[in-house]
């Protein structure tokens, strides 16, 4: 990529930044209750879970969100702020593309599940309340 074209990315990410900050703090959805036992059955599954992600990053701030809706404790890897995180995700997913959730105890393998989308898909399947409706 030349120098004017990187800069023009570099300028439109730095005036995005604000807006994508104010969208992951003020756009949070509301989030599901469950009962006690249920919420503590959920947390005890997200321990085997881990979302690679930056902050100002579109694609997490969508996955964060859902993880907020959804009342999952899952731990964040800054792969921005933390260079071991972004040498991990690389290691084991292959690709240090981010948002990636990598699900620990399916097996002895980690699995890394690249895409927002399926990331959101994955999250609800498997953690959405059943309807009471
Ligand atoms: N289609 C992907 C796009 C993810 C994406 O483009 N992530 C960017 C950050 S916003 C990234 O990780 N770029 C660096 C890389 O690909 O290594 C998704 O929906 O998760």
Known sequence: MGTVTRTFFRGVRSALTPAMLAFDRFGK????ERSAEAQ???????QD???YQFRTCPFCV????????LALPIALRDT??????KEALQ????????PCLAIAGEGSETRWLYESEE???YLRHRFEPASTG
Do not use: Q, S
Request: glycine share 8%; proline share 8%; charged share 35%.
């Open 29 to 32: 959805p509301t989030p599901v």
């Open 40 to 46: 503590a059955e959920v947390d005890r599954a997200c």
């Open 49 to 51: 879970l881990t979302l």
């Open 62 to 69: 969508k996955v964060r969100h859902e993880i907020h809706r």
């Open 80 to 85: 921005r702020e933390d260079p071991a995180a």
């Open 91 to 98: 290691a084991g997913g292959g690709r240090t593309m981010v």
């Open 119 to 121: 990331i959101k898909r």
